[in-house]
């Protein structure tokens, strides 16, 4: 009774929000994946979140593999003139299609949720994997009580070393042992159990999470990932009903604040050339930070900056969000290569992001495609910039 009531729930909440559509189709003109799959008529955005309504059960088995094309970039939402979160309407529809089990394939996803609540990770790595960036560093496994404490995320620790590193050394080089790493004890926010239906397990890793963090004594929070900050952020009021005890800081927010409050001093760093700034959609659009990272950049960056058409609010998806890295590489990378033509147009050298996914699936296409331009963590110029000095 009660997931029936659930899945009515759903559909009315969708179909509310479809009766506004005016159908100007700009929601379809702004998708960043239609560049790609143009020859897939049913994955465009109006078609999964409002089209679909017609016969639900019948199209919704249909398009299931369309609402795993969705990178969760949300960029429909902010051209939509009606005020449709089309974004919403997927990742309910994409519940519904879990809950109900109306397509065979919704095994291989519930098989991904019984690994990620195992292994507290999305890629079924072991406790260990998320430390074996730190092998060459001084850093110690036992976690200590801290003010401060730094939550990597599983992509960032486990795919992401690099970002993993420059994060740690340079929080480390501003604050010395007021700042502690959660090492194997850190767990999964949850994100990616939300992003591809299951909100019970988000919950159970979230609130895990939470814990974790508040048994060390955390006051703040910094996370170099958009997604884990979303989650501590927002995601812990929306689906835990609670305030978390600690504050919470995307890694560029307490860069910026220690920058502009006179707190460090930075080198200058010219090597890259021509640089530009790539918004990860959950970190701008999804959490409104746009000028933090590019008030970073612009203090550290001696040299030409750049901004390309599609920035800022409009800013384009790398295409590895929203689980598509996770299940159709393929989508990802091509979108990725999309998006890095628009800065070789303006002869960038470095791309310079804030998100780890971002970084990867930016990192594999640049060298599966042999692109020439570098992609950058703000971390990495943020170390760097501190050892000039230091
Ligand atoms: S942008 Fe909004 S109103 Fe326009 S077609 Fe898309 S959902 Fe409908
Ligand atoms: S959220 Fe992004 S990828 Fe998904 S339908 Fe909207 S514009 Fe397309």
Redesign the pocket.
């Known amino acids: 009774m009660k997931l029936l009531s659930t899945i009515h729930r759903v559909i009315t909440e969708i179909q509310k929000d479809a009766e506004?559509?005016?159908?100007?189709?700009?929601?379809?003109a702004s998708c960043p994946l239609i560049p790609i799959i143009s020859n897939n008529l049913r994955a465009d955005?109006?078609m999964l979140?409002?089209d679909i309504l017609r016969d639900i059960y019948r199209t919704a088995p249909i398009m299931y593999d369309s609402l795993y094309y969705c990178t969760t970039c949300m960029k429909?939402n902010t051209?939509?003139?009606?005020g449709?979160s089309?974004t919403r309407s997927i990742l309910m529809l994409r519940s519904l299609t879990m809950q109900k089990a109306i397509h065979d394939k919704v095994f291989q996803i519930k098989f991904f949720i019984k690994s990620l609540l195992k292994h507290k990770n999305p890629y079924s790595a072991p406790p260990n994997m998320r430390c074996i960036w730190a092998n060459n560093i001084d850093f110690k496994k036992e976690v200590h009580k801290s003010r401060i404490t730094i939550w990597l995320g599983c992509t960032t620790s486990i795919r992401t070393p690099t970002i993993a590193k420059t994060t740690y050394l340079s929080l480390r080089e501003i604050l010395g042992n007021e700042v502690t790493l959660l090492g194997e004890k850190e767990g999964c926010c949850g994100k990616p159990a939300l992003l591809i239906g299951d909100e019970n397990a988000a919950k159970e890793l979230l609130s895990e999470a939470v814990d974790t963090v508040e048994s060390v004594g955390t006051e703040i929070l910094v996370t170099p990932c958009p997604a884990c900050y979303s989650m501590f952020k927002s995601g812990v009021k929306e689906l835990l009903n609670k305030e978390p005890s600690f504050k919470v800081m995307h890694y560029t927010e307490f860069i910026h604040n220690v920058i502009s409050q006179d707190l460090i001093n930075l080198g200058e760093i010219s090597e890259y050339g021509k640089v530009s700034y790539h918004d990860p959609c959950e970190l701008g659009r999804g959490m409104g930070i746009f000028d933090e990272p590019r008030y970073i950049i612009n203090k550290i960056v001696n040299g030409e900056i750049v901004e390309v058409l599609e920035s800022r609010e409009l800013s384009r998806c790398c295409g590895g969000g929203g689980g598509v890295w996770a299940f159709h590489t393929d989508l990802a990378m091509s979108a990725a290569v999309y998006r890095l033509s628009q800065f070789m147009k303006q002869n960038v050298k470095a791309l310079i992001s804030a998100c780890p996914t971002c970084y990867l699936n930016f990192k594999y296409t640049i060298m599966t495609h042999e692109i020439p331009v570098k992609i950058l963590d703000i971390s990495q110029i943020v170390l760097k910039s501190l050892q000039k000095i230091n």
């Open positions: 506004k559509c005016i159908r100007c189709n700009l929601c379809v955005p109006r979140s409002i429909c051209v939509c003139p009606s449709i089309i």
